[in-house]
T-cell receptor, first 115, second 110 residues
């Protein structure tokens, strides 16, 4: 177990609705990254949060937004859901130190289905 | 062109076989390289990092060729438990953003 938890595990929404996904990072980690994994594909980077600030963003529209809290847990919000948003959403926590890459540990994911 | 490209497979091999996966990446500024393993409906887990000098972990050997922007993974003496999707992963120059390939599916048969 990585110590990274995500909730909920599964979620079903309809087009146009909004969704909030949650992630608790591993103890001692200060960075959370979010990824979207569509069926049969590799994960795609959405964005990363470091010390409560967005610290890099992939090629996702503004309706994908996030937050990081003082305890380093994080939320991913998606507005105006589209059918193509159906995917496994993964969060990964890591300890960012200057100039050094540190391993990202993945949570079990939230499987979102948009009908 | 995708930033990280892999043959999706599936690779169907018998137990005990040796199998090799390859991957190419497009960003020459990439700093770190990894192979992750992902079991069906589970999260990705780090299998091993990849270094230019090559590195080995038991039955697994990884190799990086920076000049050709090519990464490989060799699995010797395949086990049934090796059946999974293997993801080639590159850490770009924008902090800790991981770029994943589409994955290569391995199925090891008795």
């Amino acid at each position: 177990e990585t110590g990274v938890t995500q909730s909920p595990t599964h979620l079903i929404k309809t087009r146009g609705q909004q969704v909030t996904l949650r992630c608790s990072s591993q103890s001692g980690h200060n960075t959370v990254s979010w990824y979207q994994q569509a069926l049969g594909q590799g994960p795609q980077f959405i964005f990363q949060y470091y010390r409560e600030e967005e610290n890099g963003r992939g090629n996702f529209p503004p309706r994908f937004s996030g937050l990081q809290f003082p305890n380093y847990s994080s939320e991913l919000n998606v507005n105006a859901l589209e059918l193509d948003d159906s995917a496994l959403y993964l969060c990964a926590s890591s300890l960012a130190t200057s100039g050094v890459y540190n391993e990202q540990f993945f949570g079990p994911g939230t499987r979102l289905t948009v009908l | 062109r995708k930033e990280v490209e892999q043959d999706p497979g599936p690779f169907n091999v018998p137990e005990g076989a040796t199998v090799a996966f390859n991957c190419t990446y497009s960003n020459s500024a990439s700093q770190s390289f990894f192979w992750y393993r992902q079991d069906c409906r589970k999260e990705p887990k780090l299998l091993m990092s990849v270094y230019s000098s090559g590195n080995e972990d038991g039955r697994f050997t990884a190799q990086l060729n920076r000049a050709s922007q090519y990464i490989s993974l060799l699995i010797r003496d395949s086990k049934l438990s090796d059946s999974a999707t293997y993801l080639c992963v590159v850490n770009g120059d924008a902090g800790n953003m991981l770029t994943f390939g589409g994955g290569t599916r391995l199925m090891v048969k008795p």
